[in-house]
């Protein structure tokens, strides 16, 4: 997918929770032959990033500098990570996001600067690598009694909250029961009107 006079940007891929309520690691499971992880990794690919950015606190990834404080640590360690401008970060457990579903986000940035979120859910954002944001995040993480809500901090730093066009693709998967629903979910029309189908891995020629 091109999109024209759009940024450069990177890819940030957040899957370094602990799956508690998965029960098993999330980044690992399964839709259609390929694991959650493999999906985000060429979800990024296809929106055009100039590099895709995994937070995994596992040898060989990206990993917290702060534990057991959530997304927020992995967006902070990311940064030093990021070669582009803007990051836009997707979380693991949404895997019927889809290019049609990110639009909004990745033209964004043309007209505005600071970011962007979706309403009503703080990931997957759209943020400008600058030193407000990474002074903003280490201050937070330094501080043990600071909230680590990420709306709250994407309300700090004023970024747009932009309308949702296609809710059937913000489904989240943080327990057996939720995968269960998008595993039946990506087969309908609905899913495929929303733009899931298009990342799907091939099947033929």
Known sequence: MTYLNHPQFSVLILCGGKSSRMGQDKALL????????QRAVRLGHQLGAAQVLISRNQSGFIQDQVQNAGPMAGIAAALSHCSSRWLLV???????LSPLALTPLLRYP????HGAF????PLPVMLEKTEVLQQLLAGLLADPSASRSLKSAWNRLGLKQ???QTPEA???????A???KITALLATPVCRQAGVAA??????A
């Open 30 to 37: 399964q839709l259609n032959g390929e694991t959650l992880l």
């Open 90 to 96: 997707l979380p693991i457990d949404m895997p019927l």
């Open 110 to 113: 043309i007209l505005h600067r």
């Open 118 to 121: 979706i309403e009503g859910f």
């Open 162 to 164: 932009l309308s949702m």
């Open 170 to 176: 913000f489904q989240n998967s943080n327990n057996p």
């Open 178 to 180: 939720d995968f269960a």
């Open 199 to 204: 990342i799907r891995p091939c099947t033929g």
